[in-house]
C-alpha cells in the first residue's frame, strides 16, 4: 500500500534487518525499473539525491543499480518517483565501512 512498487521480500528483509539491529542501517544492492521513455540524466540525479551513491545503467536506460546503507525513507522516495515500476533488492556487505555485521567476539 505504501511501498506499491517495492518487492515485498525486500521490504520484509529490511524490517527484519532494521527490528534486529536498529542501530545499524543495513546494506543493500538495489535495482530500480523503470518506464522505456525516461530522462537518463534525470533518474540518476534523482537516485543520487536520495541515497547519496551513483548509479549503474544497464538494459537501455531501464534499469539502475545502487549499493548503499538503505532506510525505509530512501526506498519511500525511489519508490515514488516517476516512472518507477519495480525495486528489488539483495542485502549486501560493501567493504568495512558498510559492513552490517556484528562484532565477532564476546557475542
Request: proline share 5%.
Amino acid at each position: 500500500m505504501y511501498l506499491p512498487n517495492v518487492d515485498p521480500d525486500l521490504i520484509y528483509d529490511l524490517l527484519t534487518r532494521l527490528r534486529d539491529n536498529p542501530d545499524i542501517t543495513p546494506a543493500y544492492t538495489i535495482e530500480v525499473y523503470t518506464e522505456k521513455a525516461v530522462d537518463l540524466s534525470k533518474t540518476i540525479d534523482a537516485i543520487y539525491k536520495i541515497t547519496g551513491a551513483m548509479a549503474i545503467v544497464y538494459d537501455e536506460n531501464t534499469h539502475y543499480v545502487i549499493n548503499q546503507k538503505l532506510t525505509l525513507n530512501m526506498l519511500k522516495k525511489i519508490s515514488d518517483m516517476d516512472d518507477v515500476i519495480e525495486i528489488t533488492g539483495s542485502p549486501t556487505t560493501l567493504g568495512c565501512w558498510f559492513s552490517d555485521s556484528i562484532k565477532r567476539r564476546g557475542t
